[in-house]
């Protein structure tokens, strides 16, 4: 558009020269004043058109930058409330933590017999004669080794809440928590999840893990229920842990008790998970909307997106990447981001998910460019380091209420018969 108009200014500049060296030349002055007028009226006119965009260029940059410095300013403010926010947190949480030695945690004690049982099945895998290729042989040690380490931590309950927050813009303050699981190594190395969960799923562990998740941002939310804040959580729940036929009816009994709840907890998959969904996954979904439990999804790589689909799963927000909101709606040049709705302007991309009901949350922000360019996009949440790395939650401090009988024990009784019988 830019380049469009100063073509336009650039003939507009040029017709003004000529006609002004065509009048000279009319006047009786010869072919050397005309040219020398045309000349001469060109330089004006380019002269002006400079001394023009250096103002417009020097007021805009003065405009970026105090919104810069209006940003920072914000961060400060932003960092100090965040801190304030999880110091208080972290105290709500300790000040609730049991302190009989009853504290043990009710999930682990419902383990310890199926660990002892699965121990047993990774001991006879791995007794197992090597394969004779070296590549396959090395590949089935790692294996091996890795899903003794995954047993070893759901044995010994090392597995570890994290919180980051989710802020609204451009106030920053704090009105959700993304919850993540981290597993920790006997040397108390934490894995991440791209580390174990290709081994986990293979295993049919991934509804164990999400149970363990699920307790936890429950326990948060009751606990700062408590403290009269009203703070959602968004949980990460699994394709596989939808699609189960023993941990979904659980997971869904539990929630049934726990309704109160809908408003605070909602479950997050990804765009890749959310389209694999098969009949079985999204009537589950259903079920979990009929309690009033709502849905995000994140790690989304396009916006052309099926947003009635989204509308119709109950789908309420919406998580991008600031580096993708800012390439394929800022970097358009006026032109429509949504190739399967070419009247909605890439300016309009925030107000359409609105009319869908789904709120955009602009995740990994990292620089504050990032947040004015977001601003001008009209999203009112962000999510990442800019305003707070997930930082841990103790263990000892969320065990607080058992889970329902028998809930990740048939969770895990499943996963072995799997395992021995495929």
Not at 71 to 96: F, K, N, P, V, Y
Not at 127 to 148: D, G, M, T, W, Y
Not at 195 to 219: H, K, M, W
Request: proline share 3%.
């Amino acid at each position: 558009m830019r380049a469009l108009t100063n073509g336009f200014l650039f003939f507009g500049y040029l017709f003004l020269a000529m006609t002004a060296g065509a009048f000279i030349w009319r006047a009786g002055l010869g072919a050397g004043g005309g040219v020398a007028a045309g000349i001469g009226t060109a330089g004006l006119l380019a002269a002006a058109h400079a001394m023009f965009v250096g103002r417009a260029q020097r007021a805009a940059l003065k405009k970026e930058i105090d919104q810069v410095r209006e940003a920072h300013r914000l961060l400060a403010d932003a960092m100090e409330s965040t801190q304030g926010a999880l110091t208080e947190l972290a105290q709500a949480i300790e000040s609730g933590a049991l302190t009989s030695t009853e504290a043990l945690t009710g999930e682990v004690r419902m383990l310890e017999s199926l660990i002892q049982q699965m121990s047993e099945s990774i001991d006879e895998r791995m007794s197992r004669p090597a394969p004779a290729s070296a590549f396959e042989a090395r590949h089935q040690q790692q294996s091996n080794v890795l899903l003794a380490t995954i047993h070893e931590a759901l044995a010994e309950n090392r597995v570890d809440l994290y919180l980051q927050p989710v802020v609204s813009l451009p106030q920053r303050r704090t009105i959700f928590y993304e919850s993540f699981t981290r597993l920790r190594a006997a040397d108390d190395r934490v894995m991440m999840p791209a580390e174990y969960l290709s081994v986990a799923e293979g295993e049919g562990l991934v509804p164990a893990i999400d149970n363990l998740l699920l307790f936890r941002c429950a326990q948060i939310v009751r606990r700062l229920a408590r403290q009269d804040r009203k703070v959602g959580v968004f949980c990460n729940v699994a394709l596989t842990s939808l699609g189960d036929e023993t941990f979904f009816p659980q997971f869904l009994d539990f929630l049934s008790e726990n309704r109160d709840l809908n408003q605070a907890l909602i479950f997050e998959l990804g765009q890749a998970t959310f389209d694999a969904r098969g009949a079985v996954e999204a009537r589950n979904m259903a079920k979990l909307a009929d309690l009033g439990f709502r849905f995000s999804i994140d790690k989304v790589q396009t916006l052309d997106l099926d947003f009635a689909d989204l509308q119709r799963s109950d789908v309420k927000f919406m998580k991008v990447s600031a580096d993708l909101l800012i390439e394929q709606l800022l970097d358009m040049d006026g032109a429509s981001a949504l190739p399967s709705l070419r009247d909605i302007s890439a300016a309009d991309f925030a107000g359409l998910t609105r009319r869908y009901g789904i709120e955009l949350i602009a995740e990994k922000c990292e620089t504050e460019r990032q947040i004015v360019d977001i601003l001008e996009l009209d999203v009112s949440m962000g999510q990442g380091h800019l305003f707070g790395e997930p930082r841990a939650i103790k263990e000892d401090v969320l065990a607080e209420t058992d889970p329902p009988a028998d809930f990740l024990r048939s969770t895990l009784r499943s996963a072995e018969q799997k395992r021995r019988f495929g």
